[in-house]
């Protein structure tokens, strides 16, 4: 691996890190298309080894959140375990397709979730229908919301905050911070499955996986110290214009086979 590489993975870590800090997600809505984009390694390999990075990338922000007590163990504890053996699944699925077309389900995704957090009304909906902590929903939901994030963690590679961080708010009731938290400590539990699939079906780079978790672990304590004080909406409204840069960058590309 050349210099170039070695400082892109680094920057790649550190950039998905501070994103995972501020926004709940694994990192790997941004590694995977960055890896693939400018590492221009397969697709496959890409998801495996951001699947693993997501692990330590996670752990390292749920501490910040822990210390201000912004985390709900019971919900995210639920979630992740039900998701581990989903994850699974998901990782399994990616044999059956090809790595173009992993990627442009990718884009899809990432597109759909940059939506989310540009339209996401937070005064409207936080602290919704269900009381925190005593709605007799909190463990059917806990479930059903793993079934969903673990599956399209080992699938497309992500974290599956996308997915938990709306579904924490819009269903149980979370305020921002707290789903925020409670993603990061549920993601990590159903990674470490997901990134033993993709491991025996060869598609994690050890090397790149070390590099890219050094620059991830610091940029998660960075985001998550930021986003413990800064005001939600501006940032989300950021991210989401991001997303909606990334997933058309990565779907026209693999379209025109610029990363063939």
């Known amino acids: 691996m ?4 070695i400082i892109a993975s680094l920057l790649i870590g550190l950039l998905a890190g501070i994103l995972s800090g501020m926004f709940g997600v694994g990192g790997g809505i941004v590694m995977v298309p960055a890896m693939r984009c ?3 390694i397969s697709g496959h390999m890409a998801i495996g080894t951001s699947l693993l990075a997501v692990i330590p990338t996670t752990i390292s922000g749920a501490l910040i959140f822990g210390q201000k007590r912004m985390l ?19 990782a399994s699925a990616t044999q ?3 790595s173009g077309q992993l990627m442009m389900i990718f884009s ?5 979730a940059a939506s989310g957090f540009i339209i996401w009304n937070k005064k409207k909906r936080e602290g919704g229908t269900w009381k925190r902590g005593r709605s007799i929903w909190e463990l059917p939901l806990a479930i059903a919301i793993g079934i969903i994030a673990g599956f399209a963690s080992g699938f497309l590679g992500v974290g ?6 709306p579904a924490y708010v819009f269903l149980m009731g979370l305020g921002m911070h707290e789903a925020l938290g409670t993603s990061l400590i549920t993601i990590p539990i159903y990674a470490i499955s997901g990134s033993v699939e993709h491991y025996l079906l060869g598609h994690v780079d050890l ?6 978790a050094v620059g991830s ?12 004080v800064a005001k939600e909406r501006k940032l989300r409204i950021l991210f989401g214009v991001f997303l909606l840069v990334a997933s058309a960058y990565l779907g026209i590309s693999e379209f025109l086979g610029w990363n063939a």
């Open 160 to 165: 599956g905050g996308i997915i938990l961080v």
């Open 72 to 90: 709900k163990y019971r919900v995210g504890l639920v979630s992740g375990i039900v998701g581990s053996s989903l994850a699974i699944l998901g």
């Open 38 to 40: 400018i590492l221009k």
């Open 108 to 112: 899809v995704v990432a597109a759909l």
């Open 96 to 98: 059956y397709f090809g």
């Open 217 to 228: 672990v610091i940029g998660a304590q960075m985001g998550a110290r930021f986003s413990v």
């Open 207 to 212: 090397v790149l996986f070390a590099l890219i």
């Open 2 to 5: 050349g210099p170039y590489a």
